[in-house]
């Protein structure tokens, strides 16, 4: 199994990034999958997530209207597009996927950094 996360780097406030979660070695339909972020000293939480086949999706507050989350699942990927960056959007971003109890996976993350 294995969740490989892209497309993070630097970008400056009110900018714009799109995250990418490629997944392998599982049913990818079958699972909800989610992208979470860990800042420094802060504890790790949850930005977005989507349902197996897209039609429901959930969000942070503090990223509502900025952020959204979509999947292919032809493409077994997960994305994360991410509009008017904000500073406080700093932390590295993980991709989740969960199918209950058992089934629970992760990538390794990708940093995102907002700065000018």
């Known amino acids: 199994v294995q969740l490989v996360e892209s497309g993070g780097g630097l970008v400056q406030p009110g900018g714009s990034l799109r995250l990418s979660c490629a997944a392998s070695g599982f049913t990818f339909s079958n699972y909800q999958m989610s992208w979470y972020r860990q800042a420094p000293g802060k504890e790790r939480e949850l930005v977005a997530g989507?349902?197996?086949?897209?039609?429901?999706?959930n969000y942070a507050d503090s990223v509502k209207g900025r952020f959204t989350i979509s999947r292919d699942n032809a493409k077994n990927t997960v994305y994360l597009q991410m509009n008017s960056v904000k500073p406080e959007d700093t932390a590295v971003y993980l991709c989740?996927?969960?199918?209950?109890?058992?089934?629970?996976?992760w990538g390794q993350g990708t940093q995102v950094t907002v700065s000018s």
């Open positions: 989507i349902g197996r086949f897209g039609f429901s999706t």
């Open positions: 989740n996927g969960k199918r209950g109890l058992g089934y629970d996976y």
